[in-house]
């Protein structure tokens, strides 16, 4: 019976921990236009031409902060690149970056707390049609409103993200050397620095 009544006790404490664990491991964002909870949108701003605000709602509490969040700038700047492409863009800039995380303690145990998360991305970006090589430098801006910001290459950020999350297999992503006259698939070489580009882009950095 002592033995009994001390397996039950453990149990009582431990079952809920693994419980927690497993519920949050399982919760995983994925690429997909946003449904109740998870995914990407997209609107123009202000019915402008060349400005749009992109979001991607990550999965809800999950305990795998730092991957979680990575994930979500990556399909949010993914989607940034697709809007892009279909409205006829080739670069694009992020003018403000809205991104948030929100944290949900709740208590396990008399001694012990679980802590989930859940991440947001939300850009404004503003297009171009094209930009001269002297505009953009080492992928920054060089000169205008946003001089000093980072430029994005709409193939390069479509062809990255597709290889770094593993989406091969994502029907909506261009062929890119039809989809935009006179390009090619990019050299190793650009895509490592694509890769190094921040996963947490912001504006100015001189600010």
Not at 75 to 103: C, M, P, Q, W
Request: charged share 25%.
């Amino acid at each position: 019976m002592f033995l009994y009544n001390r397996f039950v006790k453990i149990s009582s404490v431990i079952l809920p921990i693994l419980l927690s664990v497993l519920l949050s491991s399982c919760t995983t964002t994925s690429y997909q236009e946003l449904d109740s909870s998870v995914g990407y949108w997209d609107e123009k701003v202000n019915q402008s031409a060349d400005t749009f605000k992109i979001g991607f709602d990550g999965a809800e509490w999950n305990r795998n902060s730092i991957a979680e969040q990575e994930k979500v700038i990556d399909y949010a700047l993914l989607r940034s690149a697709e809007v892009a492409l279909d409205n006829g863009f080739r670069y694009f800039v992020i003018s403000e970056n809205h991104s948030y995380t929100e944290k949900k303690t709740t208590k396990e145990t008399e001694t012990s707390n679980n802590e989930t998360f859940r991440h947001r991305a939300i850009f404004t970006t503003v297009n171009y049609i094209d930009l001269e090589e002297k505009l953009r430098q080492n992928n920054m801006m060089q000169d205008g409103k946003f001089k000093g910001y980072a430029v994005y290459n709409t193939d390069l950020v479509l062809y990255t993200i597709e290889k770094k999350h593993n989406l091969s297999n994502y029907k909506l992503l261009p062929n890119f050397a039809t989809r935009i006259p006179g390009t090619s698939p990019p050299q190793r070489g650009t895509i490592e620095m694509i890769d190094r580009l921040p996963h947490k882009p912001i504006g100015n950095p001189n600010q």
